[in-house]
């Protein structure tokens, strides 16, 4: 998991933040310093209280920073993340929620940081840039038809689009628990989420999470930004740019883990996509990409990330076969 929590403080910590601390120090000895002072310090699941150790920390290592649970130590037992991940592979074929709710907490609200306070869709542009130091939040508006006060419970917010995408994929059959997005009067996952198809005539000019085939092949990655072409734009390429339908995020305002982490997500999705064309058609692997976002005003082949921000983009392979649930 990204997050865990300093048992003194009782913050959230992101495990790529703590990268960052150790890559901002001036010399190997002050960041072989400040990462035993990290690793050093008590991290709790934000389930429960069992006790987590951060991993890939290091600024070399090539796996994304990450926390997981500490050797002989277990998850306790009414630890809602434990058993959510337990109900994933159930979730893939049948419904799990009940007429009660969802049976655990899951991702049911995004919450975006920013500099300052945004009341409105169209001052979203003014704050991109972010900062993890004590930040204010926007959250959904609550629905006008909140669920019962046992359901709500089982609610819970998250910053990190990455994990409301996981939810989205895991639990097909069940896309009509609700989801509030900033700025977006959408009360489920089913109406959050739209696909990129250009061949369709659809609009995207709203805010939603968008998501489509991304080729890994025509990425560009430079210090100032990241370009992703859609494969969903293949049949209308731009005349002017001769580009399909893509993706560009200004990225110069991330620091160095934030750009590590989310380009060892595309990397990652390289490398599975292309050792699975040896495949059998139904087993091999496709490359897509999710979004918080909308269509550029200015130029319909391109989409823009709110804020650009690195929480709000994610990257996964996905299986041909699973591709009917998308």
């Not at 930004?225 to 740019?241: A, H, S, V, W």
Request: charged share 25%; hydrophobic share 30%.
């Amino acid at each position: 998991m990204e997050l865990a929590r300093d048992k003194q403080t009782g913050q959230e910590v992101y495990a790529i933040d703590l990268r960052q601390q150790v890559l901002e120090q001036k010399d190997p000895i002050a960041s072989q310093k400040m990462l035993a002072q990290l690793t050093a310090k008590e991290y709790i699941c934000l389930g429960c209280e069992s006790f987590m150790t951060p991993v890939a920390i290091k600024p070399d290592m090539k796996v994304s920073p990450h926390f997981r649970i500490k050797k002989k130590e277990q998850h306790q037992e009414n630890c809602h993340i434990s058993r959510y991940d337990n109900l994933v592979q159930v979730g893939l074929t049948q419904q799990v929620s009940k007429s009660s709710g969802f049976p655990v907490k899951y991702p049911s609200k995004l919450r975006l940081f920013t500099e300052r306070n945004v009341t409105s869709e169209e001052s979203w542009q003014d704050s991109r840039k972010s900062t993890g130091t004590s930040p204010k939040t926007i959250t959904a508006s609550v629905n006008s038809n909140p669920a019962s006060v046992s359901d709500e419970l089982r609610h819970s917010t998250t910053t990190m689009l990455g994990q409301i995408v996981k939810h989205f994929l895991s639990f097909p059959h069940d896309r009509h628990l609700s989801l509030h997005l900033p700025f977006v009067k959408t009360t489920n996952y089913q109406d959050g989420f739209k696909k990129i198809d250009f061949d369709s005539g659809n609009s995207y000019e709203k805010l939603l999470i968008y998501y489509g085939e991304f080729m890994y092949i025509g990425v560009e990655i430079t210090s100032q930004e990241i370009y992703l072409p859609l494969m969903q734009g293949l049949n209308i390429f731009d005349k002017l740019t001769g580009k399909p339908v893509f993706l560009k995020v200004d990225i110069s305002h991330w620091t160095t883990s934030q750009k590590d982490y989310i380009t060892q997500q595309i990397e990652k999705c390289r490398a599975e996509a292309r050792a699975s064309r040896s495949y059998d058609y139904n087993s091999r692997k496709q490359p897509w990409l999710f979004f918080f976002g909308k269509q550029s005003p200015q130029n319909k082949f391109q989409f823009q990330l709110i804020r650009d921000d690195w929480r709000l983009l994610y990257c996964q392979t996905i299986q041909v076969s699973n591709l009917s649930n998308l």
